[in-house]
């Protein structure tokens, strides 16, 4: 059953839809002296008792007495913990299948990501699509796929691989084939322990420039 919340008055609407704004550009909330100034009030007092009234409300969760950095609307993740989740994650750069380590010693860059959108246990990186051999997949040349480090991937799951000094995204068919999801590219062979494929791990997620 969804719960019922009390109507806010005009001004109390108004504070509302300014915090609301303030944690979404900012990603944290305004100060007592920064809402004072926009709802034109002259001590923080008057922005205490109206905080108070949206917490009985059911607007906002409770908060230290005094503090507005603190305040969290009900329904959105807490800005701390938000924060916290959001890691670096390097890019990989250019390797060898002989040699993959180099392609994590040679970075690109690194990518900031919330990691509370994937699960599972491993190392993230990300690394750049090479071509577009998974487009029927919608997954282009140029995109950056987020990855978990896996040295024995399962059998049907998307992973991205070191062929020929290039780095593909493929679907792993087998123990030794790499297959595309686009016509025009060739199925990739390789016998166990051979170094000319490189298997770095499996793709949970893609990151794609608006160009």
Request: net charge positive; with cysteine.
């Amino acid at each position: 059953m969804a719960s019922v919340r009390i109507p806010l008055t005009e001004r109390q609407n108004q504070l509302l839809q300014f915090l609301r704004r303030k944690i979404q550009v900012d990603g944290f909330p305004p100060t007592m002296h920064e809402i004072c100034a926009e709802l034109s009030l002259k001590s923080t007092n008057g922005v205490s008792q109206m905080l108070q009234a949206l917490e009985k409300k059911g607007y906002i969760k409770p908060r230290t007495k005094g503090a507005s950095r603190g305040i969290q609307l009900l329904g959105q993740q807490p800005v701390q913990q938000a924060q916290a989740a959001v890691k670096n994650v390097v890019i990989i750069g250019e390797g060898t299948a002989s040699e993959p380590l180099t392609a994590f010693l040679n970075p690109r860059g690194q990518l900031a990501v919330d990691t509370s959108y994937f699960t599972g246990e491993g190392q993230l990186f990300a690394a750049e699509v090479s071509d577009d051999g998974m487009s029927a997949e919608h997954i282009l040349a140029g995109d950056l796929v987020i990855c978990v480090k896996k040295d024995k991937p399962k059998v049907g799951s998307l992973v991205v691989a070191i062929y020929q000094e290039s780095t593909l995204v493929r679907r792993l068919a087998g123990a030794g084939e790499l297959h595309p999801a686009s016509k025009g590219f060739q199925k990739v062979t390789f016998a166990v322990g051979d170094d000319s494929v490189a298997i770095l791990g499996n793709v949970i997620g893609v990151v794609r420039k608006i160009r």
